[in-house]
């Protein structure tokens, strides 16, 4: 085990920051995020979203939705089409099949019986101008209950997680093998489980970045996983790892904490980005697809195929 990967390992835990406010409609941040809202006297109206080949596209609706009410027009032309019904999420990932205009429907149905109780999205098919994340809200009536208040707290409280695990680590990371142990992530006869993926990983054609070497780790201890990527970019501009996503069989999502690297890749470089995960027992079973988007979500370099090693144990 590399004395950087340790380091990264080592990141803290997610500190708590206040919840962000709610943008309006149609709001843009500076992560590229659109914000949507829904109400119950447009609910036949649907909003147009632009999606591109290779790049994905996620839908973060802050309701549950029902079992199979998600529906994809032509999903066989989509790579990837994950969804969390327990927590409203979509994602889809397209191919290189769709052509330059075209659009096609998504439409989700909401399980909590509140209004209103479904959307329509038109996605448009953009060549380069993919949009990373959709953040669809719903308003509430005026006699809103202090259950669906309740709920909505909740809810925002989820967004702060979201926002936390999308921010990436700044500046060096801690050094030091004693932080293994203090941040729990070995001991009591808890070690650090290693694997080389390099083999396994299938890179769809056509991809901006080369993956040289990969490794994946597992700290059963905290409950952690982490992808090691080698990555030489043959690009022509830098590049920035900003945010990551792990999506196992079913659309199993494990929750990214870090993305990490030294600092931006150059072009014809090569260097290390590792990403970091909070991954139960049960669902850091693979394989995984792994994600990582660029700064501003222009780019996207995806690989099939990543796996977690065994649970490393010592005897007492």
């Given at each position: 085990?590399?004395?950087?990967?340790?380091?990264?390992?080592?990141?803290?835990?997610?500190?708590?920051?206040?919840?962000?406010?709610?943008?309006?409609?149609?709001?843009?941040?500076?992560?590229?995020?659109?914000?949507?809202?829904?109400?119950?006297?447009?609910?036949?109206?649907?909003?147009?979203?632009?999606?591109?080949?290779?790049?994905?596209?996620?839908?973060?609706?802050?309701?549950?939705l029902q079992r199979g009410g998600v529906a994809v027009e032509e999903r066989e032309h989509f790579l990837s089409v994950t969804v969390d019904e327990a927590v409203g999420v979509v994602t889809l990932l397209p191919a290189g099949s769709l052509p330059s205009g075209r659009e096609l429907l998504l439409t989700v149905r909401f399980a909590d019986g509140a209004a209103p109780e479904g959307a329509t999205f038109r996605l448009v098919v953009h060549p380069l101008q993919a949009e990373q994340q959709v953040e669809v809200y719903r308003r509430p009536h005026a006699g809103e209950t202090s259950e669906q208040a309740v709920q909505r707290e909740r809810e925002r409280a989820e967004r702060c997680e979201v926002e936390l695990a999308h921010t990436r680590a700044e500046g060096t990371p801690p050094e030091g093998l004693m932080n293994l142990f203090v941040s729990g992530l070995?001991?009591?006869?808890?070690?650090?489980?290693?694997?080389?993926?390099?083999?396994?990983?299938?890179?769809?054609?056509?991809?901006?970045?080369?993956?040289?070497?990969?490794?994946?780790?597992?700290?059963?201890?905290?409950?952690?996983?982490?992808?090691?990527?080698?990555?030489?970019?043959?690009?022509?501009?830098?590049?920035?790892?900003?945010?990551?996503?792990?999506?196992?069989?079913?659309?199993?999502?494990?929750?990214?904490?870090?993305?990490?690297?030294?600092?931006?890749?150059?072009?014809?470089?090569?260097d290390r980005v590792v990403v970091e995960a909070e991954a139960p027992s049960e669902q850091a079973r693979g394989p995984f697809l792994l994600e990582l988007r660029a700064a501003g979500g222009t780019r996207i370099l995806a690989v099939r195929g990543v796996n977690f090693p065994e649970i490393q144990l010592f005897p007492p």
């Open positions: 085990m590399t004395a950087p990967l340790v380091a990264t390992l080592l990141l803290a835990l997610l500190t708590a920051t206040p919840a962000p406010r709610q943008p309006a409609p149609g709001e843009w941040n500076g992560m590229g995020v659109r914000h949507l809202e829904l109400t119950a006297e447009g609910m036949g109206q649907n909003h147009a979203v632009h999606i591109s080949p290779h790049r994905t596209t996620t839908f973060v609706l802050h309701a549950p070995v001991g009591e006869n808890h070690g650090l489980s290693v694997r080389d993926i390099t083999e396994d990983l299938t890179p769809p054609p056509g991809e901006a970045f080369v993956v040289r070497q990969a490794w994946s780790y597992r700290a059963e201890q905290g409950k952690r996983v982490a992808v090691e990527l080698r990555v030489r970019n043959t690009g022509p501009q830098a590049w920035t790892a900003e945010e990551a996503r792990l999506v196992g069989p079913e659309g199993v999502r494990l929750r990214v904490l870090r993305v990490w690297q030294p600092g931006p890749l150059a072009p014809q470089a090569q």
